[in-house]
């Protein structure tokens, strides 16, 4: 009977610690799950940022100059120009 009350005991403080622990864990602020479909020309777009490699998909966020974001594919070609241009 002992034995199998320090074996609740574990368990419980087991379930305790990995609820707190898993609470505290850090992850991406922001993904991308779908890509814009369309070009932009350059001059709509003021910044632009990768999204967290923890995110199940590679984005770059593109900031436009009234301040909305589109995620993009960052392997197509006018956002790799457009990525360049920003970067001078």
Not at 20 to 40: H, Q, T
């Amino acid at each position: 009977m002992r034995t199998s009350h320090i074996l609740l005991l574990c368990i419980l403080g087991h379930a305790l610690f990995a609820t707190v622990f898993c609470n505290n864990a850090s992850g991406p602020d922001d993904c991308c799950f779908e890509y814009y479909p369309r070009s932009l020309n350059k001059i709509y777009i003021r910044e632009y940022y990768m999204t967290d490699h923890r995110c199940p998909r590679t984005a770059a966020v593109l900031t436009t100059m009234n301040g909305a974001t589109l995620c993009v594919d960052p392997k197509l070609p006018w956002v790799v120009r457009v990525m360049k241009s920003l970067d001078q």
